[in-house]
């Protein structure tokens, strides 16, 4: 994609700025990211001082994450293949919701990060009623079935019940979510994506609780810990 399209997704997606200084700040360690699918998002970690590791259940993503010369295994979230305390970041974006032990996932990712690690989730959320239509009519995304639909509230009472204290987040997505359609099917009607990005950056200001996906920057819970 061409980087002027990049710099207005960019704007609307401010996660990944938020992504990039979590990783930062866990230099040197390990990073995993859980149903890293083709490697798109552990590329952009490119150039940081962490030793990347993906997991895909897939065999066509995981060859496609390969032949970006990434390091990437095939299994799930519910049974990792690594000892305790391995990673100093956890990375996971747009998967828990199909998957149905999501509790067991949790509970993975929480054993297999360092005490002073963080685990950044990005997920979809139900709080957007034309998000809530589309799911009922369409529950399958991309091949991959849609296991569960929370809203906002649900997943902070989810990390909190899995031992985890919300350090940051964000809700973002209005609409735009449904634009992205077209150029997916259609990559020319791409030069309009900077008008969505700005009358959806607007749409949030005013409808911020109508937000279709959210972030978190999560920590182990201090007193379970102790």
């Known amino acids: 994609m061409h980087p002027k399209l990049l710099y207005f997704r960019y704007k609307?997606?401010?996660?990944?700025?938020?992504?990039?200084?979590?990783?930062?700040?866990?230099?040197?360690?390990?990073?995993l990211d859980i149903g890293c699918g083709d490697g798109e998002n552990l590329l952009r970690?490119?150039?940081?001082?962490?030793?990347?590791v993906g997991l895909e259940v897939s065999f066509p993503r995981l060859q496609t994450a390969r032949r970006h010369g990434l390091d990437v295994l095939q299994a799930g979230g519910e049974r990792l293949p690594f000892p305790?305390?391995?990673?100093?970041m956890v990375y996971i974006a747009h998967v828990l919701h199909h998957v149905a032990e999501y509790e067991r996932v949790l509970a993975e990712m929480g054993r297999v990060l360092a005490d002073d690690g963080r685990l950044f989730i990005v997920e979809t959320v139900t709080d957007n009623p034309l998000l809530r239509l589309g799911r009922r009519l369409h529950p399958v995304?991309?091949?991959?079935?849609?296991?569960?639909?929370?809203?906002?509230?649900?997943l902070k009472r989810i990390f909190a019940a899995a031992g985890f204290e919300i350090e940051e987040y964000g809700r973002y997505n209005i609409f735009?979510?449904?634009?992205?359609?077209?150029?997916?099917?259609?990559w020319p009607f791409e030069i309009f994506t900077p008008i969505f990005v700005y009358l959806d950056l607007l749409l949030e200001k005013i409808f911020p609780q109508y937000a279709a996906h959210a972030y978190f920057v999560l920590?182990?819970?201090?007193e379970r810990l102790s």
Do not use: C
Not at 145 to 150: H, L, Q, Y
Not at 176 to 186: G, K, Q, S, T, Y
Not at 219 to 222: A, L, P
């Open 141 to 154: 995304w991309q091949g991959d079935e849609v296991e569960a639909s929370w809203r906002f509230a649900d």
């Open 176 to 186: 735009f979510f449904l634009w992205e359609m077209l150029p997916l099917a259609f």
């Open 45 to 52: 970690f490119d150039g940081l001082p962490l030793h990347r």
């Open 12 to 31: 609307l997606f401010r996660y990944r700025a938020v992504e990039q200084a979590v990783a930062r700040r866990q230099g040197g360690e390990r990073l």
């Open 84 to 88: 305790d305390g391995a990673f100093g």
């Open 219 to 222: 920590r182990k819970d201090e």
